[in-house]
């Protein structure tokens, strides 16, 4: 089955840098990625999402790129804000089945 | 808006006892799914449904079992509590051929003494 690698753990920036988060999936017949972000005592909710057949998709300050050779996928934000920070998860979803594969998330940490 | 709805926010219980956490949403979704959260493991599926009456076993399955009587309910049950299943239980729903749009509910923190 398929197997979603997510790193970092934790990222510590300072308010309007940028943050990346790096994903990797096993399977090269995923076709759909998305991204969650879920805040502190919160729900996740879906923030952005790729398909296998664009290289990148931007939503104001945060950005999506895949390379499918490479199988590995990351979520960009830039000009980070403190309401940024939340724990962020990356997913694929599993080829011939209607479920997604979570990596293990990243804690990011926005300061003034 | 879209809401699922999880019956219990936190439960305790103890070692062996049989637990029901209850989820509905009110979207008409085909698509229900159970997911537990533990810190440093993320999100890990423990079943899902695609339809009334069918479900279909996660990543992690053992120990617990499920039953969706109607669209709207999905329920997951612990037949016998133990420890190491004290977690944070998330419920989720979304359309057919949409399920990377999942909506979750708020979570059932369980802690099992």
């Known amino acids: 089955g398929e197997n979603v690698e997510q790193h970092p753990s934790t990222l510590s920036v300072q308010e309007g840098d940028s943050a990346v988060i790096k994903c990797t999936y096993s399977?090269?017949?995923?076709?759909?990625f998305p991204w969650y972000k879920q805040e502190l005592g919160k729900r996740p909710q879906l923030i952005i999402d790729?398909?296998?057949?664009?290289g990148e998709k931007k939503d104001q300050r945060i950005a999506v790129t895949l390379n499918k050779t490479a199988k590995h996928f990351s979520l960009h934000i830039t000009e980070t804000q403190p309401e940024d920070s939340a724990v962020y998860f990356c997913?694929?979803?599993?080829?011939?089945?209607?479920?997604?594969?979570f990596g293990t998330g990243t804690r990011l940490l926005v300061s003034p | 808006d879209v809401k699922v709805t999880q019956s219990s926010r936190y439960l305790v219980k103890r070692t062996g006892e049989k637990v029901f956490l209850e989820c509905v949403q009110d979207?008409?979704?085909?698509?229900m799914f159970w997911y537990r959260q533990d810190p440093g493991l993320g999100l890990r599926l423990i079943y899902f449904?695609?339809?009334?009456?069918?479900?279909e076993k996660g990543d992690i399955p053992e120990g617990y079992s499920v039953s969706r009587e109607k669209k709207e309910r999905f329920s997951l049950i612990l037949e016998s509590a133990s420890t190491n299943q004290t977690s944070m239980y998330l419920c989720?729903?979304?359309?057919?051929?949409?399920?990377?749009?999942?909506?979750f509910g708020e979570g059932s923190r369980l802690t099992v003494l």
């Open positions: 989720a729903s979304s359309f057919p051929g949409r399920t990377g749009e999942l909506f």
């Open positions: 399977d090269s017949a995923s076709n759909y």
């Open positions: 790729i398909r296998s057949n664009v």
């Open positions: 997913a694929a979803e599993e080829a011939g089945f209607q479920k997604l594969v």
């Open positions: 979207m008409d979704h085909e698509n």
């Open positions: 449904s695609y339809d009334v009456k069918m479900k």
